[in-house]
């Protein structure tokens, strides 16, 4: 069973239970078959959107909800179809709701109502399911624990023998064990302790208050984090096994970044307190950025595959091309049925962190890990390698070591010579020192509880957004100091964002510690050459290494054997020799990333979809009008002017798409007519309640947007912008007509911003 927030998009799987939920709520399909066990149990509190297959299963689920709190509950009011007597409508209420008639006030019966506001609105809706349309919890008056009285009045919608009160609790709890949390998990269950040890995989690992911690923190996400997607996968049981979400700026970046993945599950692996993995990925700035995050289970191959399948769900199918993981059987086995093209290597520093470790107790330790670095650092030939790591085994005689065994069996996915055909995108960590480290390193610790984690969540976030944001306005308000004459330097400078400029701009000092290009072998246009390099080796003394570059002029191609371009994205020293040494003063377009451009984000468009739109599809629609309304999103957050420029703009965009909605959509003809014959131009704002407003979820993100931004943060001004920014997108999906419009006003503010910029240059 999944539970499952897709906004507009809804994903289903023929073979389980499926609760699917979106922006206007939660929606529950709940199984009906559950054993209890003894035990106090914790309801999660009604919502708006929660559905239910009968009118009793609502009444019988909120009788149980009142229980646990302490209240009474009885039905304020009923609607009934007029030809037949089939409810539709119903209002539960807390039984101190309202207050006494006039003529009972001088009866000697105790007063008990104080006007309580606790009460749950629902009605029958076109799925034939009850739902919850209404709630307020607060009641004021204090709650008891004997007030069980109402559970005696669960009934079924046919007369039958009255059931005492034990068996009406136990038949509401089976009807919604989903709901159901006891106080050491998150759902029922008829096993002992012994067997909950056995079967701890199938389920979350939570203590009391988490599932409730969970589902507070996903629906406030859903309602001001547009465009926030989350799945939830129950088991067979009713509990909670795993779940996924990823917010709007991450889903983002994954357009922009997620084609080299590193799967960070050191949480889970090493039983931290919250069983916590993320996807990784790397900005144009070399900084790490999140993609997504889950809590898993358990390290099992089904919880694994669950997760890809979430995260491939919400990038629209787009897998990446390499992904990053640490050496695990069950992780190789999902990726390849998830991502089958996939690249997966293992990351290379996480095997490195180990080696104490794995080879801490062995005889000769140092000299073992001296010979296992140079064999994996100082190679660049496979004969190379295998010869250092024949070497090494006899030399120590461990080839019986287990560990060792299994890392050369597994060489071909984490030994640099072997994945030098292989793209990281900066990713790799194959130079001494470099390292994978957890996103969440310096916010979560072994015993983070799960409550904590949700607010540090949050916190780090905003800490990475604000970085690169920083980071951006630095590569574009300023230009690097210039450390040599050299017309590659000169050229990246105006292209790369400042850090990723630096790493370039180290590879061009290097060149001078090369001091011969000869060529070796010539080919036709091909031709390989020999450049020698003075590097730094043990003790701090300088030996000279060999690498083979080749160059093909026609095709303005150059490898070199070290492989950094596919590595880190950029091109060597070496390389950089030989393109001076044959007159090439500019690097070849193939060779400059897209993704290390300063102006990136703004001018790259992910492609979730095709460009060709289909003018009936809604999906499409909206894919087309997000894809630009991202580009405004990064082109506002640069500066003061830009940002004043886009949120201006945005408002009379959005007025005018406004325009078009009313000029379509007339309503209450008759009523209105009858107003207009009177002289009134407005309708008057008594009958124009703003929770009935189909743009309610627009309005209520426009509204709360503003509040408390800091338009000196530019991250506050992203944020902004972004939740802007989806309300022209969700006002231009709704007719062809407004989406034209919307499409046509995006492409209007973006050649606004980009006037200011011409104009601020």
Known sequence: MEVGSLNSEQVQDPDSNVIATDQDGVLMELDAENCVREGKKEFVAPAIGMEFESYEDAYNYYNCYAKELGFRVRVKNSWFKRNSKEKYGAV?????????????????????????????????????????????????????????????????????????????????????????IDSEGNGPSNFNATEARNDSPKQLNLKKGDTQAIYNYLCRMQLTNPNFFYLMDINDDGRLRNVFWIDARSRAAC????????????????????????????????????LGCALLAGETAESYIWLFKAWLTCVSG????????????????AIAEVFPSCHHCFGLSLIIKKIPEKLGGSRNYDAIRKALLKAVYETLKVIEFEAAWGYMIHRFGIGDHEWLQSLYDNRFRWAPVYLKDTSFSGMSATRPGETLS?????YVHKQTPLKEFLDKYELALQKKHKEEALADIDSRSSSPMLKTRCSFELQLSKIYTRDMFKKFQFEV??????????????????????VKERVVADGNQREIRDY????????GEVRCICSCFNFHGYLCRHALCV??????????????????????????????GSNNVDGTDRMQWFGQLYRSALQIVEEGV??????????????????????????????????????????????????????????????????????????????????????????????GRKSQDRYKVALQELNGILNKLCITEDCAL
């Open 92 to 180: 539960l209420c807390c039984s101190s709701q309202g207050f006494k008639r006039i003529k009972d006030v001088n009866r000697l019966r105790k007063e008990t109502r104080t006007g309580c506001p606790a009460m749950l609105r629902m009605r029958l809706v076109d799925s034939k399911r009850w739902r919850i349309l209404e709630v307020a919890l607060e009641h004021n008056h204090l709650l008891g624990t004997k007030m069980y009285k109402s559970m005696k009045k669960m009934r079924s919608g046919t007369k039958r023998k009255s059931q005492s009160s034990s068996d009406a609790e136990n038949q509401t709890i089976k009807l919604y064990r989903a709901l159901v």
């Open 255 to 290: 357009g922009y970044f997620g084609d080299v993945i590193y799967f960070d599950n050191t949480y889970l692996a090493n039983k931290f307190e919250i069983p916590l993995v993320a996807l990784v990925g790397i900005n144009h700035h070399g900084q790490a950025v999140l």
């Open 318 to 333: 787009h897998s990446p091309q390499t992904i990053i993981t640490d050496r695990c059987n069950v992780v190789q086995s």
């Open 438 to 442: 957890p996103f969440f390193d310096k």
């Open 509 to 530: 000092e290097e060149m001078y510690s090369c001091f011969s290009t000869t060529q070796l072998h010539i080919d036709g246009p091909i031709i390989i050459f020999l």
């Open 548 to 555: 083979e570059v080749l160059y093909n002029r026609t095709a």
């Open 579 to 608: 393109l001076n040494f044959n007159g090439v003063e500019e690097i070849p377009s193939k060779y400059i990333l897209a993704r290390w451009k300063k102006d990136y984000k703004r001018l790259y468009i992910p492609d979730h």
């Open 638 to 731: 640069i500066s003061l002017d830009h940002y004043n420029v886009a949120v201006q703009t945005f408002e009379e965009s959005l007025k005018r798409v406004h325009e078009i909605e009313e000029k379509h959509n007339p309503e209450n003809l008759h009523a209105l007519s009858i107003l207009n014959q009177n002289g009134v131009q407005e309708i008057p704002a008594l009958y124009t309640l703003s929770r009935w407003r189909k743009d309610i979820k627009r309005s209520y993100v426009y509204n709360h947007s503003c509040s408390g931004i800091d338009i000196n943060n530019p991250v506050h001004r992203y944020d902004h912008l972004y939740k802007c920014s989806v309300q022209v997108v969700e006002e």
